[in-house]
């Protein structure tokens, strides 16, 4: 089936079902799941379906289908995220520098990735990530407090918040689950998003970790402009068009 006849298929079945799922798709059409996220982001630009985290909805529509869980994150686009893990050292500090990791399965990646040797303070409000980052014995590890969020595994709240708005870090790595001009970093969730937005307050330098599949996305709550983005770290799924629109914003684009 060539690429236009399968997103004629994609629209139809957006216009017949009302949504569709990206792991549905790739299921039907036999592709993988990067080839579908294409499909769906030409679709989107041609106005027949809105992309939101998962899938796609008629145009119009504020339906989502769903924040996935840690787990589900883990295991899609995982090539993509090791990588950018991996080029997300380079923007580490100097030694006595500090660090602030978001929640996150990319940004979980940066700190497997951490180098031992570094003598750093760092800082995450993330269960999974303190726990990687807990055997390294040259940093200085803190984990903040508050609600945890069962679905993401992070600490969420005013008593996070608070704890964060004492702080100035060197560098945040930082998650988003959409990325566009428009509405800039979002997430799906209120609370994270708050948490979000006070990483980004509190750091110099704001490196935002992202796979492709996340750029021209919105989801419900928007923590940042992409003004205060100072890098950008993706794969080379990025359509060179957006790449250079962020680029032009005085966005540091790094593809991993």
Do not use: W
């Not at 937005?197 to 940042?224: G, H, P």
């Amino acid at each position: 089936m060539y690429a236009e006849e399968r997103q004629q298929a994609i629209a139809e079945q957006v216009r017949t079902h009302g949504r569709a799922s990206v792991a549905a798709l790739a299921s039907r059409f036999d592709v993988t799941s990067e080839t579908v996220r294409r499909d769906l982001a030409s679709l989107e630009r041609a106005g027949h379906l809105q992309r939101v985290h998962g899938g796609a909805v008629r145009s119009g529509t504020t339906e989502i289908l769903g924040e996935q869980g840690i787990d589900e994150r883990q295991s899609s686009h995982t090539e993509e995220k090791a990588a950018i893990g991996r080029a997300a050292t380079r923007f580490l500090p100097p030694d006595g520098g500090s660090v602030f990791f978001d929640a996150g399965t990319t940004t979980y990646q940066a700190a497997l990735t951490l180098p031992r040797d570094r003598r750093l303070t760092l800082i995450t409000h993330s269960i999974p990530i303190a726990a990687a980052l807990a055997g390294d014995g040259a940093a200085d590890l803190h984990i903040l407090g508050g609600r945890v969020r069962g679905l993401t595994q992070a600490s969420v709240g005013s008593e996070t918040t608070s704890a964060l708005a004492r702080l100035r870090v060197s560098t945040a790595f930082v998650g988003a689950n959409g990325i566009s001009e428009a509405h800039g970093l979002s997430t799906p969730d209120p609370d994270e998003a708050a948490i979000k937005s006070m990483i980004v307050k509190v750091a110099n330098r704001v490196v935002v970790l992202a796979d492709s599949s996340k750029l021209e996305r919105e989801d419900l709550s928007s923590f940042a402009d992409l003004a205060d983005v100072d890098v950008l770290i993706t794969d080379s799924g990025i359509d060179p068009a957006t790449s250079a629109a962020l680029s032009a914003r005085g966005i540091e684009m790094v593809i991993a």
